[in-house]
């Protein structure tokens, strides 16, 4: 009897203290270090301009790629993003108290639901203090949109099942530009996912989980 090779799974989010440009080679070393052939991957935000990347860019084939409110298109970056790219030393050098306000009212625009606190907590807890504070502005001063021009002439030569899902919710990329992205990858799959933002996995997780047991 045939069996079917084990499915190899890969979740990329985003390595966030390095460059966008740094990470797809990451993800390619990454890849080669484990011995993972052809992986199913599942990507979240930067990590969907990773996972993009290293396949168009560094040649790593997939046997399915899953994005989920990815950073695929350019333009991109909310205003505060955009505002903090040009002033990232004066943000860097904000007090404490100023930072613990900032952060978990940023991130709460990511989340379309009311979320508590002590589970806002470990998305909010490595941003605050040293290093942390330092490294959330940077790594949004690193957001050039570069890195998203050099891969998306090449969507149309994606070479393997493309499923694409989306919060309708999103505030930080809006639905829309996943309605772009499907256009631009031939044969892909495009899921609104309603009732949820940019952090589809706090709102709606049951939907990727749905999503991926019938793409998979």
Not at 59 to 87: C, E, M, N
Not at 169 to 184: C, K, S, T
Request: charged content about 20%.
């Amino acid at each position: 009897m045939n069996k079917q090779p084990p499915r190899l799974f890969f979740y990329a989010y985003a390595f966030w203290l390095e460059p966008a440009g740094v990470q797809n080679e990451l993800l390619a070393q990454l890849l080669d270090h484990w011995g993972l052939q052809r992986p199913d991957v599942v990507a979240h935000d930067f990590g969907g301009a990773t996972a993009l990347r290293a396949h168009l860019l560094n040649g790593k084939d997939y046997r399915s790629l899953t994005l989920i409110d990815p950073v695929a298109l350019t333009p991109w970056g909310s205003p505060f993003v955009q505002h903090v790219r040009q002033h990232e030393t004066a943000f860097s050098g904000l007090p404490d108290y100023i930072q613990r306000a900032i952060v978990p009212t940023y991130i709460r625009g990511a989340i379309h639901r009311e979320i508590p606190d002590d589970e806002l907590a470990p998305y909010v807890q490595p941003w605050l203090g040293d290093p942390g504070q330092a490294a959330f502005y940077r790594q949004i001063a690193q957001m050039d949109p570069r890195y998203t021009l050099e891969a998306q002439p090449l969507y149309p030569t994606i070479r393997c099942p493309v499923q694409i899902l989306w919060g309708e919710e999103d505030q930080w990329i809006p639905v829309e530009r996943g309605r772009e992205l499907h256009n631009m990858i031939p044969g892909s799959q495009f899921h609104p996912i309603p009732n949820a933002g940019h952090l589809v996995q706090e709102d709606a997780p049951q939907a990727i989980v749905a999503a991926l047991l019938r793409f998979l």
